[in-house]
């Protein structure tokens, strides 16, 4: 008598429970292709937390992101589906509690030294209020899911500089560089104090960032202008997504 012997492989697991919480960075915003139940959230379907979980198959997710979103808004209406059996958590937070928006606004219809005062300012504020605020944020994240692996993105660096290019001056370029990289500093330092990873995107975004002449940001868009100085698909999914991916 013969015996057939059928050998199968392991099952493959599914990703953990994902929660992506977050700004317009992680809402997709400039990405195209919105979730019409997100509203004025801007989710995009091709924003990193969505290409995680397509690639990944997580046992559940959620997408709370929000544009317009501070870190106040995160811990007040972000955390509802956080629990104790949360395996990862995105997030990109504290651009807009630095007046990020603002900074861009100033710099584009004001004068030079009107953006580098207001550079200035947000510098001055990353430094001073915004730990404080991202601790909070923090806490609350790991009250809420302590098991879970914390994943914190940082923003690209707006500009490519020492390039030819039409628009803003080569001070102005220089200046929302700087914003950038003051409020990434503070970002990398709270989430490490706190055990949480920090996904540094400007290496992705390297040579890719306006005046690279790559469509990986949108510069001023007058239809719709929500989607002004944010991440193309392209530059959520060359830019963002490799970045989570390699840190969760």
């Known amino acids: 008598m013969m015996f057939s012997l059928i050998l199968t492989g392991p099952a493959h697991a599914a990703g953990p429970a994902y929660v992506a919480l977050g700004d317009s960075y992680s809402s997709g915003n400039g990405a195209g292709n919105y979730d019409s139940s997100s509203g004025n959230c801007h989710r995009s379907f091709n924003a990193y937390p969505y290409l995680w979980k397509n690639a990944h198959a997580p046992s559940s997710f959620a997408d709370t992101s929000c544009s317009g979103a501070a870190t106040t808004d995160v811990t007040n209406n972000q955390l509802g589906p956080l629990n104790s059996s949360t395996g990862l958590v995105s997030i990109t937070i504290g651009g807009n509690d ?79 560089d700087e914003a950038s990289d003051a409020i990434d500093s503070v970002i990398a330092n709270r989430a490490a104090a706190h055990g949480f990873v920090f996904g540094d995107v400007r290496t992705t975004f390297n040579g890719h960032e306006l005046c690279s002449g790559d469509g990986w940001q949108h510069s001023l868009v007058i239809s719709p202008s929500w989607e002004s100085y944010h991440p193309t698909a392209t530059g959520q999914a060359s830019g963002y997504y490799p970045v989570l991916n390699a840190n969760s």
Do not use: W
């Not at 710099?107 to 209020?129: K, L």
């Open 98 to 176: 630095a007046g990020f928006s603002d900074v861009m606004n100033t710099c584009v219809t004001g004068t030079d030294t009107d953006c580098v005062n207001r550079v200035s300012q947000a510098e001055s504020y990353a430094q001073n209020t915004l730990p404080a605020r991202l601790d909070a944020t923090y806490n609350a994240i790991r009250a809420k899911a302590p098991n879970a692996k914390v994943v914190v993105l940082g923003y690209p660096h707006m500009y490519t500089l020492n390039v030819y290019c039409v628009g803003l001056s080569d001070t102005k370029h220089r200046k929302i």
